[in-house]
């Protein structure tokens, strides 16, 4: 009889491939394709200019990170935390995406890829990434003191007296230390669904968001690119250390996955 319509339409090209395997890979659903999810961190958009935390002995632009970091040092000294984040705004708006972004773009070409990243930049959105989860707030968004829930798009200066329609003083949409991370529990939601986990450029230390690697199912291969590697490889089982900047691990690692895959 005739056989019944594909489920998918994109099956239909199974039919007339002899490379069935591989096609079928290429064109199955998204709900079929590996889960992939990536953990980055400061490593991660180093390569595009941005200083870390652990290259400047603990100083985020030669301040104290409590001073410009915290709910603490914004009562303290509002309109020096407001200057500090328009100097690293602007500074965001000229730097590019490097290499290590751009091949995860690729790797959502054959996997169901989503980013969790600590990174306060755009830097995986500019580059193409499509599902991008900012554990730590965003730099080119502001939000109301008044209400959390108010968060506007900004890519200006921020300076005192800017308030929102409530009345309210505006302030980064930063999660500070000291602060709850309001997207941890969909983070770890995310990281459970992992067939494999990417860390990239993370030291591991800054907890809760560190935490969020024990959420991978057990036996879930985790691979870890970082040029001054953090843990070791019997620290987990399954994990793979590429000790490497992402500009340069990424592309490795992800022409790699791509190969085994298809």
């Known amino acids: 009889g005739i056989p019944a319509e594909p489920l998918f339409r994109s099956q239909i090209k199974i039919y007339h491939c002899s490379n069935l395997r591989k096609m079928y890979l290429y064109n199955r659903p998204r709900i079929m394709q590996k889960k992939i999810v990536v953990l980055t961190g400061a490593g991660m958009s180093a390569d595009s200019g941005i200083r870390t935390f652990r290259d400047a002995n603990g100083l985020w632009e030669d301040h104290d990170v409590m001073e410009v970091a915290s709910p603490h040092g914004f009562a303290r000294d509002p309109a020096l935390v ?17 290499a290590g972004h751009k091949m995860l773009v690729e790797l959502e070409q054959h996997f169901n890829v989503t980013i969790i990243t600590q990174n306060i930049d755009d830097l995986h959105e500019r580059a193409g990434s499509s599902h991008v989860l900012h554990l730590h707030g965003e730099l080119l968004k ?15 200066d921020l300076s005192l007296g800017e308030t929102c329609p409530k009345g309210y003083q505006l302030r980064p949409h930063i999660v500070w230390f000291g602060e709850e991370v ?18 990239i450029g993370t030291s591991m230390q800054v907890y809760p968001a ?17 040029p001054k590697p953090s843990i070791n490889a019997s620290d987990f089982a399954n994990l793979t250390i590429i000790q490497s900047t992402a500009a340069k691990g990424v592309p490795t690692l992800v022409k790699d996955l791509v190969r085994k895959e298809f």
């Open 82 to 98: 407001l200057d500090f984040y328009n100097q690293r705004r602007r500074q965001l708006l000229e730097v590019v995406p490097n």
């Open 142 to 156: 502001v939000r109301s003191t008044g209400d959390a829930t108010m968060v506007l798009d900004w890519k200006k």
């Open 182 to 199: 309001p997207l941890l529990s969909e983070a770890a939601q995310i990281t459970v669904t992992a067939d494999i986990l990417i860390i």
């Open 210 to 226: 560190a935490g969020i690697l024990n959420y991978a199912r057990q036996g879930t291969p985790i691979y870890f690119i970082d």
